[in-house]
């Protein structure tokens, strides 16, 4: 593979105090983020609607039912079960335990799993710290990335989108992985398919055994829930798969991609044209490939990995703000970016955090088609996501340092 050397002045080295005061306060800090999302006012237990909707799905399947051809009666409500058949068996753990088990050990292992991410992505920004630095600065930005909307939201909803990311930064960014890179991103994509982009880290880095690995892992996954039921799995790809309708109302203001951007533009009832959707995905998604070989140049895989998030949620037709986890490492890394190289990162990493931390798209008029009487303005804000995300694949393209971290080069398989 080549690459280029980065020639940029060395950066700036600091140690961390390993205080176990300002340790322990983080993880008071951690906890005292993550009660909102297991206790209610009562004090009850809170209600997390998706977790109710995996435990139904896995419950439907070990009776034997087809899990798509039904709704399942959730907070008052109906909705659908939306995953591969692969999800429903994976999900049994959590319908054979009490709703408060499910709960709390869901949302305590997404609240781990979001630690060992930062963990990981720091040891790229900063791979001359030592591993217990890596640690002790992942524990200190913990309980900030708990309180960022899309971690908020996936821990309100229940969601399994940080566990997804861990998933992929096992498979792309660990020094040695417990299994062949490939794997981890073909039972990611079994389980919720968008994690299927990720292929293109590998395509683009030239490892090709990964990529035939990831596409290989992804089918046997997949073959092997069939193997428990066929009738549900030809059900799902071949008729769930191409209803979106199921996911819900592409206007809302929550959901952050070109479609929902679109969606919100023209006149209630009507639909924005296919043909201009598709063609701002495909702008975008050749876009966010010429950044993604742009900054593989310099031989450091993160930025690669970050710029490749971005493809599911840009082109998605729904991608829920509780999708955007992947906002999280993106934003640590432009701003250790930022601090080594005192470049544009700086710009990115403040609109990235100003984005998750205000989340616009909350605090203007939303629901019930309040979305389609926006103003020019409202909808800049109001895609906020979407509108930064542009802006640093953008600006990797032009200037891909903004993605590059200063320091070694990681060895990659």
Request: aromatic content about 10%; overall charge neutral; hydrophobic content about 55%.
């Amino acid at each position: 593979m080549q690459s280029i050397s980065v020639s940029s002045p060395a950066a700036p080295r600091f140690t961390l105090p390993h205080h176990r005061i300002g340790v322990i306060l983080a993880i008071l800090a951690s906890t005292a983020a993550l009660l909102p999302w297991l206790i209610d006012s009562g004090p009850s237990l809170r209600y997390a609607i998706d977790i109710d909707v995996y435990r139904q799905g896995a419950r439907a399947f070990l009776a034997s039912d087809n899990l798509y051809t039904r709704s399942y009666q959730v907070g008052g409500i109906e909705l659908p079960f939306t995953y591969p058949p692969l999800a429903a068996i994976l999900f049994i753990p959590l319908a054979l335990v009490p709703y408060g088990v499910a709960l709390v050990g869901w949302t305590l292992l997404s609240a781990v799993l979001l630690g060992w991410c930062l963990t990981i992505v720091l040891r790229h920004v900063f791979p001359t710290l030592a591993d217990a630095d890596h640690r002790v600065l992942a524990t200190w930005l913990l309980p900030l990335a708990l309180v960022a909307e899309p971690v908020r939201e996936t821990l309100a909803f229940g969601q399994i989108n940080i566990i997804l990311m861990a998933l992929v930064l096992a498979d792309t960014l660990t020094r040695r992985p417990l299994m062949p890179r490939g794997v981890l991103i073909g039972l990611a994509a079994a389980i919720k398919l968008t994690p299927a982009v990720f292929i293109l880290v590998f395509l683009v880095q030239r490892q090709w055994r990964s990529a035939a690995i990831t596409f290989l892992a992804g089918v046997g996954f997949t073959l092997a829930a069939a193997a428990f039921s066929l009738d549900t799995s030809l059900t799902y790809w071949l008729n769930t798969l191409t209803d979106t309708g199921r996911i819900g109302n592409e206007a809302y203001s929550s959901n952050q991609s070109i479609r929902g951007l679109l969606a919100r533009l023209v006149e209630p009832g009507e639909q924005a044209p296919t043909a201009v959707w598709l063609v701002l995905v495909f702008a975008c998604l050749g876009l966010i490939i010429a950044a993604m070989l742009r900054v593989q140049r310099y031989g450091q895989p993160i930025g690669v990995v970050l710029l490749a998030s971005t493809v599911a949620l840009v082109c998605s037709p729904v991608s829920w703000s509780h999708h955007w986890v992947w906002l999280i490492p993106l934003g640590v890394t432009l701003l250790g970016v930022a601090w080594q190289r005192r470049n544009q990162a700086a710009v990115l990493a403040v609109l990235i955090f100003a984005a998750v931390f205000s989340s616009p798209h909350w605090l203007l008029p939303n629901d019930y088609g309040r979305e389609y009487g926006w103003s020019w303005w409202a909808h800049v804000a109001g895609n906020s996501y979407l509108v930064v995300v542009l802006a640093v694949v953008v600006a990797a393209v032009i200037v891909p340092q903004v993605l590059v971290p200063v320091g070694r080069r990681e060895e990659e398989d």
